[in-house]
């Protein structure tokens, strides 16, 4: 296994690809105008608490109020550590309206939907989150070698001794980690608290205090491991900034960080841009000939897994079989090239045996176990389904890139230029009925005024017939295959 980072920086976009073995598993993308917000953190204002819901919406400067919670007012942003607290009884409790309150972001606003708050603060270096109301120490649940754990539970017994107030719990890239370097991150984790604390105190409610790395430093503090065998971006003045952070937190991997200076862009050469393109479509291809057909809805993504041009060697049950494994790796690999969360619902070709079905769950679990998104799978039920949830803290690969089609809304698809006739014909009568007139224009697309004029021409005559007004047709350029206009003259 070998992972490679390359980073793309152009004035107001960063995009970070993450390769492994030479294929694109993970794509991030920042926009300046549009940066993400989880982990900022903002001095809000409590507008609206609901005990209904054991919620509250909370002002912090962005155009949708945020929401919080009762369950993320003592609950840890980060998800894959053993570190859990109690939930209160009643958010009236904690909150009450026009309170002055200091929030993280956990989840960035999500369609329309404001983002999603927590109280308890965490803040995240190399190594370590620090949560300063916290009084835990936690690790990891991704470090599983119990001498180690045990060894970094000392470290941190034997720290947290010496700072006060505060838990902290070591993050994944902490396993192995020096005890100076894990001393250095809580250090320097500490003195960042204090800088946030005393800039809350000094700001009105509906401001931001503490903003995130960009995301070519965060993606270094996240994902530079040591599987990560190298690091490049072309841009010098982000290979310098990159190269700061390593070289203060991580100096032993600033080595494999470097500046590409190429004339053909980066993403070009690896073959980015068209895994991009790809990862728009609707449909997947297999190497086998079979594909996927993945469909985002509001609800839940579904993806449907088909033979198509496959047809095996051997049996029916072999070649569904096949079809199912390989699809089961590619539906993995999509959800995070896609960055696909929420709800998602996996029809996999129906499989009689009992033991293919196993092996096809078996093969997606293993599959999503690399993923650093947490997902939850179901078994595969009695209709061939698997139903499965990945956590959604960010939007999806469509939404950053995507826009709903001006022409259909969104619905991915358009009324038949028939359909549009018939609407026409319906409209000119309402129109004769309700006002006097000579004569009446219709304004539609090409399309449309074409079949008018050719199959539907006797139609046409017939509604000339009854109405008694003579019907004049008339293409308009701009118009979509949906747009008319009945004009009476």
């Known amino acids: ?45 409590v507008s609206r608490v609901l005990p209904g819901m054991q919620a509250a919406f909370i002002d912090i400067g962005l155009e949708r109020t945020a929401f919080l919670h009762a369950a ?8 894959d550590t053993e570190y859990q607290s109690q939930v209160p009884a009643d958010i009236r409790a904690a909150l009450h309206e026009g309170q002055e309150i200091l929030v993280q972001v956990l ?10 708050l927590t109280t308890h603060i965490s803040i995240p270096s190399r190594y370590l989150v620090y949560l300063p109301d916290g009084k835990s120490m936690g690790l990891s649940a991704r470090i599983e070698d119990l001498p180690e754990r045990e060894r970094l539970l000392e470290l941190l017994q034997v720290f947290v001794a010496t700072t006060g107030e505060g838990g902290y719990i070591v993050r ?88 590409y200076s190429g004339t053909r862009p980066i993403f070009d050469l690896y073959g980015i841009e068209e895994e991009i393109r790809k990862a728009l479509e609707r449909n997947v291809q297999l190497k086998s000939g079979g594909y996927l057909i993945i469909d985002q809805t509001e609800a839940m993504t579904t993806i449907d897994v088909n033979t198509g041009a496959y047809v095996g060697h051997r049996n029916l049950e072999e070649t569904i079989l096949k079809t199912n494994l390989e699809a089961a790796q590619a539906i993995a ?10 709800i998602i619902i996996i029809d996999f070709i129906d499989m009689n045996d ?26 595969i039920s009695a209709l061939g389904l698997v139903e499965m949830t990945r956590k959604r803290t960010r939007e999806s690969l469509e939404h950053i890139l995507c826009m709903p089609c001006s022409t259909c809304q969104g619905r991915a698809s358009l009324k038949t230029p028939e359909t549009v006739c018939y609407e026409i014909f319906r409209e000119i009568l309402r129109e004769t009925r309700q006002f006097e ?14 079949l008018l004029l050719d199959e539907e021409s006797t139609s046409l005559a017939e509604l000339e017939g009854q109405i008694g007004k003579p019907i004049r047709l008339q293409a308009e350029a701009l118009y979509n295959q949906e747009q008319f206009d009945v004009v009476s003259m």
């Open 354 to 379: 009992v033991d293919h079905k196993q092996l096809v769950l078996q093969a997606l679990q293993q599959a999503l176990a690399r993923d650093r998104t947490k997902t939850q799978v179901t078994e």
């Open 107 to 116: 989840k960035d606003p999500l369609g329309t939907k404001g983002a999603r």
């Open 333 to 342: 690999r999509q959800l995070r090239l896609r960055n696909l969360g929420g």
């Open 172 to 259: 994944t890239a902490g396993e192995g980690a020096a005890a100076e370097a894990l001393r250095a991150d809580m250090l320097f984790l500490n003195k960042l608290w204090e800088t946030i604390r005393l800039h809350a105190a000094d700001i009105p409610a509906g401001n931001l205090v503490h903003e995130d790395q960009p995301l070519s430093v965060r993606i270094l503090r996240d994902l530079l491991s040591g599987e990560v065998q190298q690091v490049q971006v072309d841009s010098a003045q982000t290979y310098t900034r990159m190269c700061d952070f390593t070289g203060m937190f991580v100096p032993e991997l600033k080595a494999r960080i470097e500046h």
């Open 72 to 79: 993320d007012i003592v609950k840890v942003a980060y998800a």
């Open 1 to 45: 296994m070998s992972e490679e980072i390359l980073i793309n920086v152009t004035p107001r976009e960063t995009r970070v690809a993450l390769l492994d073995n030479g294929v694109l598993q993970e794509l991030y993308i920042e926009r300046m105008h549009r940066r993400g917000l989880v982990g900022n953190i903002y001095k809000g204002k």
């Open 437 to 450: 007139t000579k004569e009446l224009r219709v304004l539609a697309s090409q399309e449309v005024i074409g």
